[in-house]
Nanobody
Framework: QLQASGGGLVQPGGSLRLSCAAS????????MGWFRQAPGKEREFVAA????????VYADSVKGRAAISKDNDKSTVYLQMNSLKPEDTAVYYC??????????????????WGQGTLVTVSS
């Protein structure tokens, strides 16, 4: 089970750190990712990280502004978002998969999703 948190209202240029706490599984073995869905749009990939915290990868839209990290001791994955823009407004979802490849290339096969946390970037 995945529980996302940390969303909220932030002004353009501001920062947020999203968290996703996992329970009920062997978190350290899973690759993790973040996706987002803006109103009226399809869910899109944001970032992914391998089971051991390596190989972070980002969507072009957030590259240079986002940082994904994984703390296996706390069973939590984080997404630090900086220099937020109004177009970052979306519900952000965390996801877990048995392989990094599923998160990055085959998200339709992701079996575990968090409930989503809303990020609103507005002045």
């Amino acid at each position: 089970q995945l529980q996302a948190s940390g969303g909220g209202l932030v002004q353009p240029g501001g920062s947020l750190r999203l968290s996703c706490a996992a329970s009920g599984g062997t978190f350290s073995r899973y690759a993790m990712g973040w996706f987002r869905q803006a109103p009226g749009k399809e869910r899109e990939f944001v970032a992914a990280i391998n089971w051991n915290g390596g190989m972070p990868v980002y969507a072009d839209s957030v590259k240079g502004r986002a940082a994904i990290s994984k703390d296996n001791d706390k069973s939590t994955v984080y997404l630090q978002m900086n220099s937020l823009k109004p177009e970052d407004t979306a519900v952000y979802y965390c996801a877990a998969a048995s392989t990094y490849n599923i998160i990055v290339r085959r998200p339709a096969h992701i079996g575990s999703w968090g409930q989503g946390t809303l990020v609103t970037v507005s002045s």
